[in-house]
T-cell receptor
């Protein structure tokens, strides 16, 4: 089976940097994805790491260490619109289906 | 533009009734998935399909069924609705392999 752990909630102020950690246990591993979900909305894709290292997309970056079964999402220059839930998710042995973590609620304050 | 649509957006039903939630995608994706989302549990996989006539059970499949008769649609059926199935249901599709998931806007189901 697969399990993922991430913090339940993080609070930060506008302009700050937030790091959301994700540790996973899986019987096979293809890659780690991150999704964003605003209240009442659908999850939307943010990033995907299949190899070790840092992937940068604008203000958001995602990191993966396969040897440590660990990844993180880095949110920089936080804006009010970044208030949302963030989910890490793994592609396991089957490759084609995602298993999601419980989500981290990020609250950005003025 | 390609999209994935779910209907209805909201549904209230009674315990014991059969309910079907619709999911239609125009991405021409092979892979389709149904997840349920409950507070504290994130998104949990119910059923998934890798193509026409293919269906597979996810981690919380009891009490649910799906069928895939064409590429575009993957309806989710609750055979006999239970209060524990009150949840928000999301349908998603992906092209193949580890491609990103495209989610529908969800169906909020209440079983009374």
């Amino acid at each position: 089976g697969q399990s993922l752990e991430q913090p339940s909630e993080v609070t930060a102020v506008e302009g700050a940097i937030v790091q959301i950690n994700c540790t996973y246990q899986t019987s096979g591993f293809y890659g780690l994805s991150w999704y964003q979900q605003h209240d009442g909305g659908a999850p939307t894709f943010l990033s995907y790491n299949a190899l070790d290292g840092l992937e940068e997309t604008g203000r958001f970056s995602s990191f993966l260490s396969r040897s440590d079964s660990y990844g993180y999402l880095l949110l920089q220059e936080l804006q009010m619109k970044d208030s949302a839930s963030y989910f890490c998710a793994v592609y396991g042995a089957a490759g084609n289906k995602l298993t999601f973590g419980g989500g981290t609620r990020v609250l950005v304050k003025p | 533009d390609a999209e994935i649509t779910q209907s209805p957006r909201h549904k209230i039903t009674e315990t014991g009734r059969q309910v079907t939630l619709a999911c239609h995608q125009t991405w021409n994706h092979n892979n389709m998935f149904w997840y349920r989302q409950d507070l504290g549990h994130g998104l949990r996989l119910i059923h998934y399909s890798y193509g026409v006539q293919d269906t597979n059970k996810g981690e919380v499949s009891d009490g649910y069924s799906v069928s895939r008769s064409n590429t575009e649609d993957l309806p989710l059926t609750l055979e006999s609705a239970a209060s524990s199935q009150t949840s928000v249901y999301f349908c998603a599709s992906s092209e193949d392999g580890d491609s990103p998931l495209h989610f529908g806007n969800g169906t909020r189901l209440t079983v009374t």
